[in-house]
C-alpha cells in the first residue's frame, strides 16, 4: 500500500527557516520522480521543487536559492528545508510521486505553512 505522509509545517515569522518532511511507503523514493507541491486558496497547484530518478533536480524562480529539496533513500523520506521565508510562501504543501516528473500518481495529504510579515 502506497502512502505519502507530510509533516513538518507550521507557523514562523518571515525570515524564518522550517524542515518539511514527507515519509513515503510502498516504494522506494529513488524510483519515482518525486516533488513538493504549494497551493493557497482559490488557486491551482503548484509544483515548486522535483527530483527525478536521475537525481536531477529542478526549482521554480521563486523558491530558488531559497529552498533545497532533499531525498535520502535510507530513510525513503523526501525534505524540503525551506529558508528566509516569505508570507508569499504561506500555502498547503504537499509532496508528490509518479513515474515521471509530469505524471504525478500518489499524493500526500498537505502540510500547512503559515509565514507571518
Known amino acids: 500500500q502506497v502512502d505519502l505522509v507530510e509533516s513538518g509545517g507550521g507557523s514562523v515569522e518571515s525570515g524564518g527557516s522550517l524542515r518539511l518532511s514527507c515519509a513515503v511507503s510502498?516504494?522506494?523514493?529513488?524510483?519515482?520522480?518525486m516533488s513538493w507541491f504549494r497551493q493557497t486558496p482559490g488557486q491551482e497547484r503548484e509544483a515548486i521543487a522535483d527530483i527525478d530518478v536521475d537525481g536531477m533536480i529542478g526549482y521554480i524562480d521563486a523558491v530558488k536559492g531559497r529552498f533545497t529539496i532533499i531525498q535520502d533513500n535510507e530513510k525513503n523520506t523526501l525534505y524540503l528545508q525551506m529558508n528566509s521565508l516569505k508570507s508569499t510562501d504561506t500555502a498547503m504543501y504537499y509532496c508528490a510521486a509518479g513515474r515521471r516528473c509530469y505524471e504525478f500518481t500518489y499524493w500526500g495529504h498537505g502540510t500547512q505553512v503559515t509565514v507571518s510579515s
Open positions: 510502498g516504494f522506494t523514493v529513488g524510483s519515482h520522480c
